[in-house]
């Protein structure tokens, strides 16, 4: 089990109402997850709840049987690897400086282990095939080839978890498909648990063993994309109709969306 | 929009080369700055004297220099030069941990404080006419010391929620607390006229008639806070990504945060007290050697501490030798190098 999450309740200080209300749902190692929901539905705020980035206040949280509060921020670290968003830097760092830097979780002062640090860095920028753009200063780098960088720096803290928060929403088609077939080779061959937060539903259907849908900090459904995907879900939870097909893969759906006027 | 920037990209032998370098520049300027002066010395006396006091080494040179020469250059320039070099380390180090924890490149010491409250703490020494010295130092120097670093408490503690200190807040709190003290600071002024000239040439900052005790004094707490802040150059670089990021990979981010803004702000207080205000130094050094050698903290520190001495020496030796016999005090010459190249880099950062 790699997350095991139970009546899982946040709210913020000011806020007047909970942003999560007693969530409970588990994990499983070695699965592509997706969550979705409308904006505002909680799901940046569970993010942060995984990652000890803000306390919660009731219920509890498991990284692979261990309390997330008894963990030291390394220890989640070392379990746990995050891309936002969108990162920007006000200094231009090379891309390997960055990737080096995620080796952080793993040093303790004045000890050194040089091969394996080297072996790790090298190993995530193969992968995320950021082997050329090494020495090249983030300033100079696309969107693309930076969300790369940070995907880099995220496996070299050499994870079981990467909780990816809309990474690739400000990237071109090409870009995303380019990443998320790079999760998808990552959570293949090195067993990688991969937690998304998506807003296209299309790339949540075709990448995704489980998706979780919330709705108002509760889950809506969970399960797999053709159980949680369906017209009715989609309606109740956004409010929008859409027609869902399915073409080759009938266990994959597709979503279509339509103009409202005429 | 893409950040178009100059970055050179340097191997770290290079890196180490240029530290290499600065260090024998920073020598080199000691000789020189140690010749300049009303009173024309060659680089021959100054090497010979300076030679002449080293324990052990100069009973055996068979030599003598004249009382004279050893007066100015062991009692006169060689203190005066060393503190322009301690102070200067201080302002580009400090500089470049403020840069790197607001991750901000337009940070500096003297945003949280750290300036109005030594300007407020001497003031009210030269007021209340305080007399008392300590270890050597007079009443001004330490006043300036305790107004600084409780001016930083009080200014991180308004910013504090729980553990957790959201910069712009601290930005602004130190804006607000300045604000107050550089008031108060002027109504004391205005009700204790004889006593505004001093005041007033204290706040240019400069370092006409320091000696030995000055550099005494500031040494030890530099020192330490520098010590502190190479501990903790690893967390610096994660922190200067933003402080989720640095959390996230690892970092007690809170922790360390209090750490280094505090060992910083003991450098910049500890440096402040003996020199007055010097402005800009803390700002543009970490830029330039930033531009030089890129934003790696491992080789971004030592690189910009050196500066700061060589370009601080430099500016005073200017300062004490081109109006002479009139001394302009040092912190008018490193603002009017300063404040061009800050609205430099705020109009080079406008379209970012």
Known sequence: ?262 | MKKVSVVLKLSNQKKTLIIISLIIVLVLSIAICLTLGSAQLSLGQVVKAVLKRIPLVGERLGYSVSPMDDLIIHSIRLPRILLAILVGCALGAAGVVFQGVFHNPMAEPFVIGVSSGAALGATIAFVLGLNFSFFGLSSVPIMAFLGSMLTTFVVYNIARVGRKVPLTVLLLAGVAVGSFMSALNSLLMVFNREESTKIVFWLMGGFSARGWEHVQAAFPYILIGYLVIVFYLEELNLLSLGEEKAQLMGVDVEKVQLILIGAASLIAAAAVSVSGIIGFVGLIVPHIIRILIGPDHKFLLPTATIFGGIFLLWTDTLARTVFSPIEVPVGILTSMAGAPFFVYLLRKNRYK
Not at chain 1, 43 to 51: D, G, I, R
Not at chain 1, 126 to 155: C, D, N, Y
Not at chain 1, 253 to 261: A, N, Y
């Open chain 1, 1 to 262: 089990m790699a997350i095991k999450v139970s009546s899982l309740s946040f709210q913020y200080p000011a806020s007047p109402a909970k942003v999560l209300d007693s969530l409970s749902f588990k994990i499983e190692k070695n699965q592509f997850v997706g969550i979705i929901g409308p904006n505002g539905c909680g799901k940046t705020t569970l993010l942060k709840c995984l990652t000890n980035m803000v306390r919660i206040q009731e219920g509890n949280i498991f990284l692979f049987d261990k309390e997330l509060n008894s963990l030291t921020t390394k220890q989640v670290a070392q379990l746990v690897g995050v891309v936002p968003q969108r990162w920007e830097s006000s200094f231009s760092f090379t891309a390997k400086e960055l990737v080096a830097m995620g080796r952080y979780a793993h040093k303790q002062r004045f000890i050194r282990d040089k091969e394996t640090d080297e072996q790790v860095i090298n190993k995530a920028m193969k992968a995320t095939r950021i082997e050329h753009l090494a020495e090249r200063p983030i300033f100079q780098m696309s969107g693309g080839e930076l969300q790369r960088v940070v995907i880099a720096q995220a496996l070299a803290q050499t994870p079981q978890i990467l909780i990816l928060d809309e990474a690739t929403s400000h990237l071109d088609i090409s870009h995303q498909l380019e990443i998320f077939d790079l999760l998808k080779e990552l959570n293949e061959q090195q067993e990688l648990t991969i937690i998304s937060i998506m807003h296209d539903l299309n790339f949540a259907s075709q990448y995704c063993d489980q998706i979780i849908m919330m709705r108002e900090g509760k889950i809506f459904s969970q399960g797999s994309p053709k159980e949680t995907l369906t017209a009715a879900n989609i309606k109740e939870v956004y409010g929008v109709d859409v027609n869902v097909v399915f073409t080759n893969d009938s266990e994959r759906p597709l979503i279509s969306v339509f103009p409202r006027i005429n």
